[in-house]
């Protein structure tokens, strides 16, 4: 057996702790150190080569750092290993251009997917994986240890307790997983306080805490105005109300972001009440604090809602309905991503949301042409998690649908989670949402990916919701059937006009696809009158003045 | 728009405080109270029909906590919902015959299985759900968040501030849940301290501290002695390594608990080594600190373990290869079994454990009747993730030997974790291995379950190995097959007698069945000298002595 150094991290770790205490000097006092020093303490601590857990969240972004890490010479640090929930800023890609990083493992890319395209094509990025969020976390424990961490923080004391506010998000998991494997945690703040309103990380798995010259950015991302709520999105709505929330009695679920869903949190306490369904539907989600939820909120019909994250604007409402929300004792939000994709995954009955393509197999992308996105937390929700193990009347059902008649190893009684497409036929510029083929396919063979970039796959997707109709996959009892029922409910898109209409009558007589008027629901009901709020303003109201929204979207 | 009170949690739990105030006086200093004064404390902030988590973990209990609530006076408290892992002590059943708790949702409860069901039986409790470890602290996030966490720590100081030491396992999910959402956090701790050696959870999330009397109970759960490995597992250890381990390059994997599987930790540095596979399988592993490891981890195959919880006797050895565990500054490890689950989930390209029973399809489970023992993170890491999008090269294989000639649904590319169920063909008392049907159907009925307790479901297990073969279930395309390959690694059980002989030679051509000798596996190769240790002391002795076992395991 070779004689080893078992504790070279360690040693490393504490290499580093001291190049930065002989490079910042004055510069630093205990674990602070002035934001003019940044670059300094990141020459002094980085190593080329070194795996970079950048924070950039769905919502808080640790712009600073992100800044500053741009700024770096490249013949000193490069080479970097980044691994981040979601490319937001367009730093988070600078860095690849400045030759500071080359290796990308990632979650989500929003808004910077067409220039993340654009620079796998051109070789200055090499992605590692696109992952979804809990899967990230998880990699963070096994193959993917951050040896650097750049956080962020609203608030530190000068022991390094951190305060995140509402929006902790990813950083209890990052810090954890790079802290107790011999890394060095950077956290950037917006303030330095005595002490702080709540801990948050403790300052023990804290080593450098930098005053950012500016509050961190938050993105409002799940903040939709009612008023760009279509009457077909109503409509849409009122069938996934009834034909699925009130069929099936979802009590825990999570939503996808978007105007469809948006339409359903404005219904529940207006036509959901009218089929008497307070009680029995929407009581327990794992949900961002969605502005939309407020009049169910106050009309009573929510129980709890965990949050991966927070939402600008909803902090007194959310201070002032304890009850509802995931609170500290500073009475602002304690949200955790890690946390509530558990839940998500787990302790969730439904999960709804849109795509951009849907395939004659169900699968489903939001992966198109020319840009690399990601899918954040869809796939982790959008998953039949097969180990779960406790029942609730929903999950039974669904996997009483999905066996009977079934023999073999899919006899045994076993429930399901409910996975919902909601998507018009048509999308923006009369893009038709159902396709032959998922640009999925060709994106994978441009950007080198081992298989496409499905979202949810087909086998897991259980109801395809357009404005045609509900397609029930789970009563499906072949590919062909299968295929039939999503060209039933595909409209006038080729994939629509192409279906065969007595196989698609015969689904309809079965069950298998339901119109509106199948569900008893009449189209000319489907108004926006509906809403419990119809604009920004309305929310504000029904939130009693606690809800403040971001500028933007203050239109009145 | 009723008048609706959003915060009575928070007053509730201020009431409750008071009432501890009063009630104490004296007996409290802050956070601190004596223990003398631990059924006032529980009395004074404990309500009828509460909802209470108390740290019953796979290994450290809160064992001074539990026995306190068993003595409550059952006309004060009575009717708790109990949410807890794992149903580790008497004391944890009694809490039920005594009239003070009434519901239970759970995971694991080994010890207790038999009383338990018997209890059931009797009415005296009803069962909630048994779930899979992060299944249950992920309903903590959603509906059943505690009121109450009774938790366990090695030290705290006066802030409140508490230091798990290696053991964190549970408790950052537990107090998470419950400090967030208006709930009272008490600890036990074993010792109280000016300053913790670091902070495993922060003292403004934990209510009250308690000095117990006596160190917290811990069971080392994961110590095999190698003394007890038999021939046969040593030779189903070599099946493993080389048709499996090998043959798929899995790299991050997760170990079940037992014989079978210390077998193969101990066998890598020797056998593995001579089939050139170090560097190519074994290296990141979701795992307790095995003492088994020891010597694969001295032979510079494992690059990192991160671990549910600790191991007994294993702290000295774990602190001096903090490049191989995750260690805090006082270089003891953090363990955390959420974001462990979470990577055997997520991380990992393999779960191998072991099973009382396994079906004609596959199904799996070790409910057996007259016990109630649940499944513990088994469901959790043995389910295909299907939220996974990550690519390593054993998943895709594994996904692509799925779905190869498969069309429809099936066709599309996608990965597939590799699930093994290792098994002798008859276990303890020559019970068979294999059955026609699962003792968990007759379970259900009994116990009132909604769906038989299944541990692993058929269509997620890709192998199954035992003394007579692997067969693989990944290339099995149709149910007839599936049952032919079963039956043709069950040896002389009945269920391996009744084999279609032509079929399962057919399955052998294939490679869907290989025999030790299809694998160039010689059987008189298989002998213990093969293990890299052979006794506790050989352990020991690999370890450098820093391995220092339990009292009971050291019979040199």
Redesign the interface.
Known sequence: ??H?N?????TNRRARQARAAEALGAQRQGKTVLAEAIATLLHAVIEPGDRVCLEGNNQKQADFLARALTQLDPARVHDLHMVQSVLALPEHLDLFENGIASLL?FSFSGQQAGRLAKMVSAGQIRI?????Y??L???Y???L?PRIALVCAQSADAQG?LYTGPNTEDTP?IV??T????GIVIAQVNELVDAVP???I????VDYVVLAPKPNFIEPLFTRDPAQISEIQVLMGMMAIKGIYGEYGV??LNHGIGFDTAAIELLLPTYGDSLGLKGKIG??W?LNPHPALIPAI???WV??V?SFGSELGMEDYIR?????F????DGSM?S?R???Q??G????DMFIGSTLQIDL???SSTATLGRISG?GGA?????????????SPAW?KA?AQAREGR?????????QKLVVQIVETFREHMQPAFVEKLDAWQLAEQAG??????MI????VTHILTEEGIANLLLCR??EE?EQAIRGVAGYTPIGLGRDKRMVENLRDRGVIRRAEDLGIDQRDATRNLLAARSMRDLVRASGGLYQPPKRFRNW
Chains 1, 2 share one sequence.
């Not at 403790?202 to 798995?205: F, I, L, R, V």
């Not at 002032?320 to 509802?324: E, Q």
């Not at 995954?345 to 969730?348: E, S």
């Not at 796959?457 to 897991?460: E, F, I, P």
């Open positions: 057996m070779e080893m078992w504790n070279t991290q360690q493992d590692g994986a696109i992952h979804t809990l899967e976390f998880a990699r424990f096994v193959d240890t307790n998991a954890e997983a802290a107790f494997r011999g709540r801990v948050d403790p300052g023990d798995w009590q825990r009581s327990h794992a106050e009309a009573g129980k709890s965990h002032a309905r304890s009850d509802v995931f609170t500290g004792p304690r955790n890690a946390f509530c558990a839940a995954h787990y302790a969730c197999n169900g699968h899918f796939p982790n929700m959008g998953a039949d998690a097969r180990g779960r193990r406790h029942a039974l996997g023999g073999g190893v899919s006899a045994m009684p076993r429930g990916m081992a298989i496409p970039p499905v796959y087909g086998d897991d072949s590919d299968r």
